[in-house]
Structures are given as structure tokens and as C-alpha cells.
């Protein structure tokens, strides 16, 4: 039976010593949609899909619109009724030949912040001709509650001003590294050339992100589910994306570049509570202001995050 894992994933869980415990947990990862997660995808506001461009850069984009923009409209694929802010790498992602026809890897993660509840859902994207695209699944699961933080949606206005894109440059401004220093959030795109595309989430109290200076960050990895996808990704393609939410005025900050395991103990001391630490050196940096109508409250860390 072909494992569910590739081989990036099996040398991260070998490295950490939980292959046995990866195994038990491959069932959880489903071809097809749960009917749970297909209800779930329909009353979701927001989602972050990750993405590659024909250079081979990863990005992450946050999408959103009313709950029920997602729809299953069967147990293998799901229909988007979004479309990304103008300019974003998404965008530019979904209009290429290879996404008209065949489609485009890209992750899938819906979130729901009140409740610290996700679903990752992977395959392929194709453009639809009523706008939006539809997702052709190939893997769907559920991920453990662990660094999310609970927010509370308490502003929705979809007469909101226009995104628009205020930076893209090769490095942080001071004010983008201060944002970057006192997040609690971040959602982390990566890729495989045979396992597609995948988008997840890393959190932890404000600071557990170090700006390390205008080209580079690093950040823990915490214990989580062991199956490794995102590491096992990384270790096998450095290309990955991050992308900040501002859930106080509806920017994002979307950042690609190359990302490096790090095993080494000195590293990874400098974050309590960490396994495993992340650098991550960046390429290319994208600010987008009103990028999403929508506004949160912080109403609790999680209770998971190291201290």
C-alpha cells in the first residue's frame, strides 16, 4: 500500500523519532471530504491557500467573502466563490495556462478563530468561468487546536475600502519587522513537487518570532501532530511563504523565500518550549492594506503556548 507520506515527511519524522506514531495517524488523512469538514468549509469567512509561481516562489494569500463562499459540491471538489485581491501572487498564480487546463497545486487551510478549529484541504485549482476557482481534492483533514489563539469577529464591512498594495520590496521596512515582532500568527505555504502544495499555521505568544534583521527570521516549531507536513515539505523544497494577518485593520503581510530546518541544539534554545526551530530568509515582501473587510478581538492565547 503507498503510504500517504513522502519522503521528505518520513526523514523528518524519522529524524524526530515518531514514525510509529505518524503511521496511526495516516488514516486521518482523507482523499475525499468528510461530510463534518464539507459543512465546515460552508461556514467559514476566510480561508489562506498556498500557492508556487512558474519561477517556483511559494506564496500565501488570504482569501475571504461571505460564509458559504466555499462550497462542497461533492466529496472531491470544492468551489471558491473568490477572488484574490488584485496583484496578489494567487492571482497571477491562477490565471497561467497550466491553471486554466490542468490546474495548480495549492493548499487549502479554513480556520475558524473563535473556536481554534482548522481543516487543510490539498489538490488542484482550476479557474471557473463564474468566477473564483474550484478545487479538485486530494487530500482533506483536520488538524489539532494547538497555538491557535481565539478571536472574536466583531467587524464585518463589505463597503470597506479598496485593498491596495502599499509595498513590495526585497527586505522588511523597520515598521514591517515590528509587526512581525509582536505577532502571535503566522500561516506558513510550502511544496512538493509530487505531494502538492500545502498551507498550515504556526502560533505562540507575542515575540516567538525573531526578527533576525531585514532579510531573515527565524521561529520554533512546537510538539504538534507529528505528521510533518510542512517540515517534510521544507526539507526536501526550502521554497516557502509566510503571511501575517493584522486582524485589527485587515492588512497582510505575505513573504517568500527559503526556509531551513534547524536541528541543532544551540538554535533551538533560544525558544522555550521548542523541538525545532525554522530560518527563513526572504526574497520578496508584499504589504497589502483593507486587504479583508474583517475584524477580530484577541479573547485568549491558546493554552499550549510555551512560556
Not at 128 to 155: D, M, W
Not at 213 to 239: I, K
Amino acid at each position: 500500500m503507498k503510504s500517504v507520506f513522502h519522503e521528505g515527511e518520513r526523514e523528518v519524522q524519522e529524524r524526530a523519532g515518531v514514525t510509529r506514531m505518524a503511521n496511526r495517524l495516516a488514516n486521518a488523512i482523507h482523499s475525499s471530504i468528510p461530510e463534518a469538514v464539507q459543512d465546515f468549509l460552508q461556514e467559514q469567512p476566510i480561508a489562506v491557500v498556498a500557492s508556487a509561481d512558474a519561477q517556483g516562489a511559494v506564496w500565501s494569500s488570504l482569501v475571504w467573502g461571505e460564509p458559504g463562499f466555499m462550497q462542497a459540491i461533492d466529496a472531491r471538489t470544492v468551489w471558491i466563490d473568490a477572488d484574490p485581491v488584485p496583484g496578489d501572487p494567487l492571482a497571477r498564480n491562477l490565471h497561467t495556462p497550466e491553471a486554466m487546463h490542468e490546474g495548480i497545486d495549492v493548499g487549502l487551510m479554513a480556520v475558524e478563530l473563535e473556536t481554534r478549529s482548522r481543516i487543510r484541504v490539498n489538490g488542484k485549482a482550476k479557474l471557473r468561468a463564474e468566477g473564483g476557482f474550484e478545487l479538485h481534492v486530494e487530500q482533506a483533514y483536520g488538524n489539532c487546536p494547538k497555538y491557535i489563539q481565539t478571536r472574536l469577529l466583531t467587524s464585518d464591512s463589505r463597503a470597506h475600502a479598496r485593498a491596495s498594495i502599499t509595498q513590495h520590496e526585497a527586505q522588511l521596512s523597520a515598521a514591517q519587522q515590528a509587526w512581525i515582532a509582536r505577532s502571535d500568527t503566522v500561516f506558513i505555504a510550502s511544496i512538493h513537487k509530487e505531494g502538492g502544495a500545502d498551507s498550515s499555521h504556526r502560533g505562540g505568544l507575542p515575540g516567538f518570532i525573531h526578527v533576525l534583521d531585514e532579510r531573515s527570521l527565524a521561529f520554533p516549531d512546537y510538539a504538534g501532530n507529528n505528521m510533518f507536513n510542512t517540515l517534510g515539505n521544507l526539507a526536501v523544497n526550502p521554497n516557502a511563504g509566510l503571511l501575517f494577518v493584522d486582524f485589527e485593520t485587515g492588512a497582510t503581510l505575505q513573504l517568500t523565500g527559503k526556509a531551513q530546518i534547524l536541528w541543532e541544539a544551540a538554535p533551538v534554545a533560544r525558544f522555550p518550549g521548542a523541538q525545532r526551530a525554522v530560518h527563513f530568509d526572504i526574497e520578496s515582501v508584499l504589504q497589502t492594506d483593507n486587504a479583508v473587510p474583517l475584524r477580530w478581538t484577541l479573547e485568549q492565547y491558546s493554552p499550549f503556548n510555551p512560556r
